[in-house]
């Protein structure tokens, strides 16, 4: 069964420390990896979408990367309002395009 | 400025009882989706529609029901047939399922 995991599912950081959410899949031969912000209460922002393995996308502090069984968005010199839930969706080959997976999510705080 | 409008955001349910729930886009997307999303589980998939009178079951259709006559409206019932229906619900469209989805802002439905 095709599953998207994310880790950590909550993560806690200082204004200005950098890291890493990390999101694998174990779909093969992907047609698209997505990452998603989502404020409480509210629907998912779109962030980025990776194609192939190799490529990488850059936002503001954002920077999602791909390789073959993951993805990385790493976050560089974070502030307060960076704080939300980070979702990774995978789109499947073989399913007519439209039942995209969704992880459960990464939690991010950034204190001031 | 284009987007989706989902109304109302928070609706109360009595058992027995079915709701709708609304969804209307002016972004000229062909596919809509309906989400369901409960605490620390990914986005599920209630139903997808790729163009106008035709729609399909997404992983947990049971206990809901959608129609799709116009291309900008897409919404979605719960009926009583539904066991668990308190949750977070969020609707979504794309002009092709590999560039991401826009999503509304949500309905949250609780069942009183």
């Known amino acids: 069964e095709d599953q998207v995991t994310q880790s950590p599912e909550a993560l806690r950081l200082q204004e200005g420390e950098s890291s890493s959410l990390n999101c694998s899949y174990t779909v093969s031969g992907l047609r698209g990896l997505f990452w998603y912000r989502q404020d409480p209460g509210k629907g998912p922002e779109f962030l980025f979408t990776?194609?192939?393995a190799g490529e990488e996308k850059e936002k503001e502090r954002l920077k999602a990367t791909l390789t073959k069984k993951e993805s990385f968005l790493h976050i560089t010199a974070p502030k307060p309002e960076d704080s939300a839930t980070y979702l990774c969706a995978v789109l499947p080959p073989g399913t007519g395009g439209f039942k995209t997976i969704f992880g459960a999510g990464t939690r991010l705080f950034v204190k001031a | 400025d284009g987007g989706i409008t989902q109304s109302p955001k928070y609706l109360f349910r009595k058992e027995g009882q079915n709701v709708t729930l609304s969804c209307e886009q002016n972004?000229?997307?062909?596919?809509m989706y309906w989400y369901r999303q409960d605490p620390g589980q990914g986005l599920r998939l209630i139903y997808y529609s790729q163009i106008v009178n035709d729609f399909q079951k997404g992983d947990i259709a049971e206990g809901y029901s959608v129609s799709r006559e116009k291309k900008e409206s897409f919404p979605l019932t719960v009926t009583s047939a539904q066991k668990n229906p308190t949750a977070f619900y969020l609707c979504?469209?794309?002009?092709?399922?590999?560039?991401?989805?826009?999503f509304g802002s949500g309905t949250r439905l609780t069942v009183v």
């Open positions: 979504a469209s794309s002009i092709l399922t590999t560039y991401g989805y826009t």
């Open positions: 990776l194609y192939s």
């Open positions: 972004l000229n997307h062909d596919a």
